[in-house]
């Protein structure tokens, strides 16, 4: 009964407090589909039956970074490495667009070979070319860099701060720091990007109060996008013999986090769905209302390698459109034909 109160107030607009986002994740058995259906009705409410598709373009598996967590880390030898040149990336990006993308993103490690003139200039000869929202997804960069790229037609930025948790932060970024992190975003916004931050669920060190603290980082972010997806343990990483996260823990985060963020764009992770076999149906249905389907040619997609078990890394780009189609169409969705801005961009204008 208490469960539901909360839930209610959810409905009613409820700003929550932290001990109430805590409190909102630890649900019983038996109150979790009242948590989902409650995120799911919200997302309806919001955005109606359309889900919307970005098309992933990962132009460079090569990172400078040596984040505990992910199979790109630099100290990594145990992956093949590949850049895209210019033309391929513009190839890709227009070939996506003519099966039926309407925003893509555009997806590296931290790679100083690409140049903030150089990709100021695969976004414009990728609009030039066809109608598209771009995202980048090429980590931290200065002041100066996010404004020429914005200039050259970069609409949104998707930089995930991971963890909310300035000691688990450091700990998992080595030579990184917390502060340029919320740096970069506050940037972002302040060009009038559409922001994406995120998180990951089930990280070592990680706790109930962290993730809800998390989430309230979200709403003071003021996120147009937010990316969930549940750590997904990395032999060829130093946090190799740490568990993985839960589709369960994942699914709250995303549940709550729409509770507490209502017009966020919220996908249904690619991580979520190599957890599960039907993650991204689960998470579609517990308030996601965005997936990510990769468009790259076969070749490339099992070296792009995060993470293992990575869904998606066998199959053709047309394959992967017709497939989420499919899943959505499944659970009585549709796939929307707009460019799916946040529509907190739409009210800002
Ligand atoms: N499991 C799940 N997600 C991961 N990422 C990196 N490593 C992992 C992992 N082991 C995600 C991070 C990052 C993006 C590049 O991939 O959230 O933002
Ligand atoms: Fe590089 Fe991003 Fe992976 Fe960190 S998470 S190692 S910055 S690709
Ligand atoms: Fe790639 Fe289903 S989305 S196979």
């Given at each position: 009964a208490e469960y539901d109160d909360m839930l209610k107030k959810a409905l009613n607009g409820a700003r929550f407090t932290k001990e109430e986002v805590i409190f909102l994740l630890k649900p019983e058995k038996d109150e979790m589909d009242a948590l989902f259906q409650t995120a799911d009705r919200i997302r309806k409410a919001v955005f109606g039956d359309y889900v919307h598709l970005r098309g992933i373009v990962e132009f460079s598996n090569f990172c400078e970074r040596n984040c505990l967590y992910c199979g790109l880390r630099k100290n990594n030898r145990n992956i093949t490495r590949y850049r895209l040149?210019?033309?391929?990336?513009?190839?890709?990006?227009?070939?996506?667009?003519?099966?039926?993308?309407?925003?893509?993103?555009?997806?590296?490690?931290?790679?100083?070979?690409?140049?903030?003139?150089?990709?100021?200039?695969?976004?414009?000869?990728?609009?030039?070319?066809?109608?598209?929202?771009?995202?980048?997804?090429?980590?931290?960069?200065?002041?100066?860099?996010?404004?020429?790229?914005r200039e050259a037609g970069a609409d949104r930025y998707l930089i995930k701060q991971e963890t909310s948790n300035r000691e688990l932060y450091r700990k998992l970024h080595p030579g990184m720091s917390y502060e340029n992190r919320?740096?970069?975003?506050?940037?972002?916004?302040?060009?009038?990007?559409?922001?994406?931050?995120?998180?990951?669920?089930?990280?070592?060190?990680?706790?109930?109060?962290?993730?809800?603290?998390?989430?309230?980082?979200?709403?003071?972010?003021?996120?147009?996008?937010?990316?969930?997806?549940p750590f997904i343990s990395n032999p060829n990483t130093p946090l190799g013999r740490f568990p993985s996260g839960t589709v369960e823990e994942t699914l709250k985060v995303l549940a709550v986090t729409r509770l507490v963020n209502p017009l966020v764009n919220l996908p249904a992770t690619t991580a979520l769905g190599s957890l599960d076999s039907f993650g991204r149906q689960k998470g579609?249905?517990?308030?996601?209302?965005?997936?990510?389907?990769?468009?790259?040619?076969?070749?490339?997609?099992?070296?792009?390698?995060?993470y293992p078990s990575k869904i998606c890394t066998g199959e053709r780009p047309e394959a992967c459109r017709h497939c989420i189609e499919g899943i959505i169409n499944s659970i009585g969705r549709k796939v929307s034909t707009g460019y799916g801005e946040s529509p907190k961009s739409l009210r800002r204008g």
């Open positions: 040149m210019p033309e391929e990336i513009v190839d890709i990006a227009a070939y996506a667009v003519s099966i039926g993308y309407k925003t893509l993103v555009l997806q590296s490690g931290e790679d100083s070979f690409y140049t903030t003139g150089l990709l100021c200039d695969v976004i414009k000869r990728i609009k030039e070319r066809v109608d598209v929202a771009i995202t980048l997804s090429i980590g931290e960069r200065d002041f100066e860099d996010y404004r020429l790229l919320i740096r970069c975003q506050k940037d972002l916004k302040s060009l009038r990007y559409e922001l994406g931050t995120g998180n990951m669920v089930g990280l070592p060190w990680q706790n109930v109060e962290t993730l809800a603290e998390d989430i309230i980082f979200f709403r003071e972010m003021d996120a147009d996008m937010i990316g969930i997806g579609l249905m517990a308030g996601a209302n965005v997936v990510m389907p990769n468009v790259m040619p076969v070749n490339y997609r099992r070296l792009y390698e995060i």
